[in-house]
């Protein structure tokens, strides 16, 4: 059974910068895709980031060149650099892997960005 356990949400104010960090509970070399999503309060989840297993990223319109999804194979670990955070960046994040039509997500981390 995969596991996956994210960290580093917080509080932070308006421009500011958190790192979310995913760990799995087992090597990430067999996930076709990895990413985050968010679900703010009374909105639908949505996508942010993703990072396929050859490496290449995407990104939600609302973050681009604002956030960088990256990976540490060695440590299990999928990171979300979040930068110039706004107020609308507020919600529950969630990791997400996929490997062979099994979806896998971690628990989330609240990321609140408030003056």
């Known amino acids: 059974q995969v596991q996956l356990a994210e960290s580093g949400g917080g509080l932070v104010q308006p421009g500011g910068s958190l790192r979310l960090s995913c760990q799995a509970s087992v090597s990430i070399f067999g996930f076709n895709v990895m990413g985050w999503y968010r679900q703010a309060p009374g909105k639908q989840r949505e996508s942010v980031a993703a990072i396929s297993s050859s490496g290449s990223a995407n990104y939600a319109d609302s973050v681009k060149d604002r956030f960088t999804i990256s990976r540490d194979n060695a440590k299990f670990t999928v990171y979300l650099q979040m930068n110039s955070l706004k107020a609308e960046d507020t919600a529950v994040y969630y990791c997400?892997?996929?490997?062979?039509?099994?979806?896998?997500w971690g628990q989330g981390t609240q990321v609140t960005v408030s003056s």
């Open positions: 997400n892997f996929r490997q062979n039509g099994n979806n896998y």
